[in-house]
Nanobody, 129 residues
C-alpha cells in the first residue's frame, strides 16, 4: 500500500507560480512512476505530467509543456510539480498518483489514469485573472 499526500495548492494570480509536493509513504517509492492529474469543475480528470521511477523519463500534456516541471527526490519519497506562468485555465484540483513501473511501460501507459494504483486526496489550485 502507498499513501500519497499532496500539499502546496492555493490561490495565485495569472502569471504566477506554485510548487506542489506529494509525499509518499508505504512501499518502496523508487519502484513507482509518479504522475499528476487535475480535474476542473464539470470536467473529466486529465493527465498533467509524469516522471519515471528513476527520473530519467518525463511526460507532459501539451497544455503545460514549457510551463510545468515535474521532479522527484527518492531519498525524501517526494515528487514535486513546479508550475510557472499559471493561467486561469489551470484552475483545478490537482491529484498525485502512483503506479508500479514494472507492470506498465512508462512510454505507452503513463498518461492513462487506469494504470495508476494509488491516488492522493487532491489539492486545490486556483488561478485568478
Amino acid at each position: 500500500q502507498v499513501q500519497l499526500v499532496e500539499s502546496g495548492g492555493g490561490l495565485v494570480q495569472a502569471g504566477g507560480s506554485l510548487r506542489l509536493s506529494c509525499a509518499a509513504s508505504g512501499r518502496t517509492f523508487s519502484s513507482y512512476a509518479m504522475g499528476w492529474f487535475r480535474q476542473a469543475p464539470g470536467k473529466e480528470r486529465e493527465f498533467v505530467c509524469a516522471i519515471g521511477r528513476s527520473s530519467g523519463s518525463t511526460a507532459y500534456a501539451d497544455s503545460v509543456k514549457g510551463r510545468f516541471t515535474i521532479s522527484r527526490d527518492n531519498a525524501k519519497n517526494t515528487v514535486y510539480l513546479q508550475m510557472n506562468s499559471l493561467k486561469p485555465a489551470d484552475t483545478a484540483v490537482y491529484y498525485c498518483a502512483a503506479y508500479n513501473e514494472e507492470y506498465y511501460s512508462f512510454t505507452y501507459y503513463t498518461s492513462a489514469s487506469r494504470v495508476y494504483e494509488y491516488w492522493g486526496q487532491g489539492t486545490q489550485v486556483t488561478v485568478s485573472s
